[in-house]
C-alpha cells in the first residue's frame, strides 16, 4: 500500500531517528522515498556496515500493511534485526530451521508478522515457503 502522501526527506529523517534512534544519511532516505514511490524496482548499494539494514527498515515506518520478506545468509543478523523491529512495535520473526514450524508458517500466512527474515537456504528448499506468502510480501536480498 502506498502512502497518501510520500514523505518529505526531513518528515523520513525525523520519523526514522523517533522510531528507531538512528538517523540516515541522505541515501538511505532517497531510497527509502522511492520504495514508497513504487514506481520502479530500486537498488541500493552499500558497504557492509554502512546501514543497509535501516534502508530496508524505514518505509515500514509508512506502510502500516506492508509485508517484507528480508533473505539474510546470516542467522546472527536476522535475529538482531526481528529483535530491534519488534522492540519498535514492528513485528517481525527471524525464520531457522529451529522454528520453521507449521505454527510459525500459520502466523506468517495470517500476517502476524510485517518483516519475514530467512536464509536463502530455507527460503528456497521449505515448500511451506509458497508462491501465496512470497507474491504478497516485498522480497529484498541483503
Known sequence: MVPAEIPT???I?????????????VGQIKATAAQLKKTS????????????????????????DSITILITALSVLGQQSADTLCETGI???????????????????????????VNPELLIHDSRFDRKIVRSARVLHL
Open 9 to 11: 526527506q526531513d518528515q
Open 13 to 25: 529523517r525525523a520519523d526514522t531517528a523517533r522510531v528507531f534512534g538512528l538517523r540516515p544519511c
Open 41 to 64: 524496482d530500486v537498488v541500493y548499494i552499500s558497504g557492509t556496515g554502512s546501514g543497509e539494514t535501516l534502508t530496508f527498515w524505514m518505509p515500514m515506518i509508512y506502510e502500516k
Open 91 to 117: 513485528p517481525a520473526i527471524n525464520v531457522t530451521h529451529t522454528n520453521a514450524k507449521a505454527q510459525t508458517f500459520e502466523a506468517i500466512r495470517k500476517g502476524s508478522y510485517r518483516l519475514i527474515l
